[in-house]
């Protein structure tokens, strides 16, 4: 079991940046790849960004790349979403999620746990 807490969402404008955290607890940090997805109001869940349990091998959506990094921190058992040059349609609810031993994937279903979200608001 695993437990997992973001925090750092916020109203920013366009243009502008916000850090995503995600807090986990429970099993061991480092057999889990950490994924970001998002949902915008009456759309469905979609792949921001995953990195893979071994820290090397990172995955952005398309529309993302070049505007977001994320990044883990073992030690301290945390996963970060930097977000730089936010749009508006970047407006959503963004999700922290685990995948045990996962390889690495842009399917939400792949993924066994996940946190309550944190709203991020990009205003024009």
């Known amino acids: 079991q695993v437990q997992l807490v973001e925090s750092g969402g916020g109203l920013v404008q366009a243009g502008g940046s916000l850090r995503l955290s995600c807090a986990a607890s429970?099993?061991?940090?480092?057999?889990?790849?950490m994924g970001w997805f998002r949902q915008a109001p009456g759309t469905e869940r979609e792949f921001v960004a995953a990195?893979?349990?071994?820290?090397?091998?990172?995955y952005y959506a398309d529309s993302v790349k070049g505007r977001f990094t994320i990044s883990r921190d073992n030690a301290k058992n945390t996963v970060l979403l930097q977000m730089n040059s936010l749009k508006p349609e970047d407006t959503a609810v963004y999700y922290c999620a685990a995948d045990y031993w996962g390889a690495g994937t842009v399917v939400a279903a792949s993924y066994d746990y996940w946190g309550q979200g944190t709203q991020v608001t990009v205003s024009s």
């Open positions: 990195i893979h349990w071994n820290g090397r091998n990172i």
């Open positions: 429970g099993r061991t940090f480092t057999t889990y790849t």
